[in-house]
C-alpha cells in the first residue's frame, strides 16, 4: 500500500506512514464485504422466508393420534391371536405375543427417532467456512461426523458437525454463504458466490 500523503510504500499493515507520520487508511475489512454479498444475495431471502414460515408452521397432533390408533389396533388384533394360540396349540403362542412386543418395541423407537429429531430450533446464519477439521464425534451425539469450524459475521467463530460426508467434500475453505444449522448439527450450506 501506498502512503495518501507523501506516496512511500508502506508495509500492509502499517497504521501510520514511517516518513511523513500520515495515518494510513484502516485495512478494509474483507469480511464485511462478504458477509454484506451474503445478506444481499436471493438466496439469503429465500431462506429466510423458508425458515420463517418452518417456525410459524404448527406441529399438529395427527402423527400422535394415528401412531395411537396403529398401537391400539396392533396391541388388540396382537393379543386377541395370541390368545386363541394359546388356548389351542399352547406354548406355542408365545411366538405372536413376541411379534407383538416386537411391533410395540420398533413403534416406540421410531416415535423416539421421529421426537428426537425436531431438537432445537433451526437457525439460518451467514458465514464463512474457516476450517475442515476432518472426521470427529460430536458431542452427546453418535456415529462419524465431521467438523467444521465457521465464521460469522460478528467475528465469533464456531464448530459445528456435518453427517453428510458429501456435504463435507463440497465443502472450501473461505467459501461463503449461508449456513442452516440445529443445535450444533450442519443441515445445509448453500454457498453465495461473492
Ligand atoms: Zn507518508
Redesign the pocket.
Known sequence: MK?T????S?PENAST?E????KAPAPENNDDKIFDLIKQSPQYASQMVQAQSARMRPKGPMPFIAMGLFFFVWCGVGLFITTMFFSHVGMLGILPLGMVLFGVVAMLSTLGKALGSGGGPMKVIPAIVLRKKGSAVPPGGFGESFGVIFKFESGRSEEFFVADGLLYERLSEQDAGILSVRDNQVVKFDEVLV
Open positions: 502512503c500523503s507523501c506516496g512511500a508502506l506512514c516518513y511523513c507520520g500520515t
